[in-house]
């Protein structure tokens, strides 16, 4: 076997790869053989048929499983040779040469790792919010929490932000009625953001038998194309206005959440660590996104065009199920759509493999069962989550990956300027 490297532009490289006629022969004569013991063919007992029909009824499929193990094995060894660093699949083309009759000869055409350069991180910024919980925030999560559960009582007064009002409409434009412009017994809370706030603003201060006329234009890009930016005149008969009743926060109300005891400053401490995990999640995802941007910018390579394809069509496949998975109708997708996305994926999976390798940021197998426990803290049931991790590779993959990004946002850390900046919860959760 002969296998000559050729370096192409850029990654490519390129594998001359010959094999002999006669051991090809051999290996589908001795193949034929075999499949004759047991081959049902027409006119012949079970591994009867003579060993010329096999080989006219199935010879060209076997020559040519045997010639790809073939070539995949000395396309492995002629690698292992070279010390190459395949990214992607290697793409075999035969080749015309003199000697035909002895050997066939096929050229691999592939790309192979680039080169990662990082450059020093020493200058790069990164800033890292410093969360101090309060009780305040506790008390707003319960407030949430309440109005999750609220009921709604109605009221002789007139409608505010926060009730919920029932009402009939009829709305036209240039006089005439429009689709969807008409209901009976709609309900909707004020302030809610379920109906146009110039609309909601009308619903203010009228109480149950109120009546009201009020012009309103629709915005530019509403979904609705053949209202957007149309006005409209709508006609609404209140039947019912109704206040909001939170649920006192009680014992109740602890048992409702899960405190099977009822104690409600056992609710709270729950609230109080649930928090503090969601803090402890945005902060790691505020400093993975600095991270990431930061290793782009300080990073050279040269990108597998291969690598690139290929997670362009896994991105590509993965939203096409999530659309069918939404019931949306199957709408053509194109490849320049994920172009980009795929790109940066693919860059950024090569620097951080490059940053594990040459620093050693294994992840430990207490780092990973503390992510699994830490995930599980949100179920009920934490351990049997626990185990539905442990049973699955691929789940167990995930939380790796997760662990392996810990060690690189750490390391990078490690490396740049940090600065803790004093960030109030609701600006972490990006309510301010």
């Known amino acids: 076997m002969q296998a000559n490297l050729e370096v192409l532009e850029g990654l490519v490289r390129r594998l001359d790869i010959s094999v002999p006629m006669d051991?090809?022969?051999?290996?589908?004569?001795?193949?034929?053989?075999?499949?004759?013991?047991?081959?049902k063919m027409d006119g012949f007992r079970p591994g009867k048929a003579p060993l010329a029909a096999v080989a006219r009824q199935h010879g060209a499929g076997v020559r040519q499983e045997v010639l790809g193990e073939v070539l995949q094995s000395?396309?492995?060894?002629?690698?292992?040779?070279?010390?190459l660093k395949i990214a992607g699949y290697p793409r075999f083309e035969p080749k015309n040469n003199q000697n035909a009759g002895a050997e066939i000869t096929f050229s691999a055409s592939f790309e192979v790792y680039p080169e990662v350069r990082i450059d020093s991180l020493a200058d790069g910024k990164i800033s890292r919010p410093s969360v101090a919980l309060s009780d305040a925030d506790v008390a707003k999560t319960l407030e949430v929490l309440q109005k999750q559960r609220r009921s709604f009582e109605s009221v002789s007064r007139a409608a505010a932000e926060g009730d919920l009002v029932r009402f009939d409409y009829q709305g036209t434009v240039d006089g005439a009625p429009f689709e969807g412009g008409k209901g009976e017994d709609f309900a909707a809370v004020l302030g809610e953001g379920r109906l146009l706030k110039?609309?909601?603003?009308?619903?203010?201060?009228?109480?149950?038998?109120?009546?009201?006329g009020f012009d309103l234009t629709f915005p530019a890009d509403y979904a609705a194309r053949e209202l957007?930016?149309?006005?409209?005149?709508?006609?609404?008969?209140?039947?019912?206005?109704?206040?909001?009743?939170?649920?006192?926060?009680?014992?109740?109300?602890?048992?409702?959440?899960?405190?099977?005891?009822?104690?409600?400053?056992?609710l709270k401490a729950e609230v109080k660590a649930n928090l503090e995990r969601e803090v402890k999640r945005r902060v790691q995802g505020r400093?993975?996104?600095?991270?990431?941007?930061?290793?782009?910018?300080?990073?050279?390579?040269?990108?597998?065009?291969?690598?690139?394809?290929?997670?362009?069509?896994?991105?590509?496949?993965?939203?096409?199920?999530?659309?069918?998975?939404?019931?949306?109708?199957?709408?053509?997708?194109?490849?320049?759509?994920?172009?980009?996305?795929?790109?940066?994926?693919?860059?950024?999976?090569?620097?951080?493999?490059?940053?594990?390798?040459?620093?050693?940021?294994?992840?430990?197998?207490?780092?990973?069962?503390?992510?699994?426990?830490?995930q599980a803290?949100?179920?009920?049931?934490?351990?049997?989550?626990?185990?539905?991790?442990?049973?699955?590779?691929?789940?167990?993959?995930?939380?790796?990956?997760l662990a392996l990004e810990e060690n690189v946002v750490a390391w990078v850390a490690g490396q740049a300027q940090v600065e803790d900046v004093t960030t109030s919860f609701e600006e972490l959760m990006g309510r301010a």
Request: proline share 3%; charged share 30%.
């Open 377 to 401: 803290q949100s179920y009920e049931e934490p351990e049997q989550v626990v185990q539905w991790y442990y049973q699955s590779p691929e789940r167990m993959q995930e939380i790796e990956s």
């Open 198 to 212: 110039d609309f909601e603003q009308a619903l203010v201060g009228l109480s149950a038998g109120d009546s009201k």
């Open 228 to 266: 957007a930016g149309k006005l409209a005149h709508f006609e609404v008969q209140v039947k019912d206005v109704q206040a909001a009743v939170l649920p006192a926060i009680d014992a109740d109300f602890a048992r409702a959440l899960g405190v099977e005891d009822g104690d409600v400053d056992k």
């Open 23 to 39: 051991q090809l022969e051999n290996e589908v004569q001795s193949r034929l053989k075999r499949l004759a013991r047991n081959v």
């Open 74 to 83: 000395r396309f492995g060894e002629a690698v292992q040779a070279h010390q």
């Open 287 to 374: 400093m993975k996104e600095q991270t990431m941007e930061l290793l782009l910018q300080k990073s050279t390579l040269e990108l597998p065009q291969s690598l690139v394809a290929m997670e362009t069509e896994r991105l590509m496949k993965m939203t096409e199920a999530d659309m069918q998975a939404r019931g949306v109708q199957s709408v053509k997708l194109s490849a320049d759509m994920f172009t980009g996305q795929a790109e940066r994926r693919v860059r950024l999976g090569l620097i951080l493999a490059e940053i594990v390798q040459a620093n050693k940021l294994v992840a430990q197998p207490d780092q990973i069962r503390s992510l699994i426990q830490d």
